[in-house]
């Protein structure tokens, strides 16, 4: 019951999250990503979205990237997990906190496993805020280990 209650709260907030953002959308389709070069950041974005049966978010383009960086699942408690890493390695938004305190409360059982996810985006070199449009091209197994990004 509280996945679908998460879930609902996630349905109608990210829609409204996403309107509020000023940063511009990347235009770019799914083929456009799977184009690029073998291992690329941009490629293996692609390859996420194929797996996953998804489609760039306009202005929310780094979320999926985030996905892959650090290997959580789309699953509702792999989102959390995912938003207690961003938050250890130093991201701030209002739909962050909205995410990292619904878990709390919906979750208290995995107040352990979220410790770690944070613990672990702290340790990581600050990557959150990086420029991905302009890293595309770059090989994702080089941004992950420059950043000492650790898989979950």
């Not at 990237?65 to 959390?80: A, K, P, R, S, V």
């Not at 961003?86 to 352990?112: C, E, H, Q, R």
């Amino acid at each position: 019951m509280r996945d679908k209650i998460i879930n609902f709260l996630f349905e109608i907030s990210n829609e409204s999250y996403r309107k509020l953002k000023n940063n511009k959308p990347w235009n770019l389709t799914k083929p456009d990503l799977l184009a690029f070069p073998k291992n690329s950041l941009g490629k293996q974005l692609g390859l996420f979205l194929d797996k996953n049966n998804f489609e760039l978010l306009k202005k929310s383009e780094r979320h999926d990237i985030y996905h892959i960086l650090t290997g959580y699942d789309t699953n509702i408690l792999d989102e959390i997990k995912l938003q207690f890493y961003l938050f250890g390695n130093g991201k701030k938004s209002i739909y962050l906190f909205w995410v990292l305190i619904a878990g709390t409360m919906l979750y208290p059982d995995k107040l352990y496993k979220f410790s770690i996810a944070y613990k672990n985006g702290k340790s990581a070199l600050p990557f959150h805020n990086l420029p991905f449009l302009d890293l595309l091209r770059v090989d994702f197994d080089s941004i992950r280990h420059k950043y000492k990004i650790k898989l979950h």
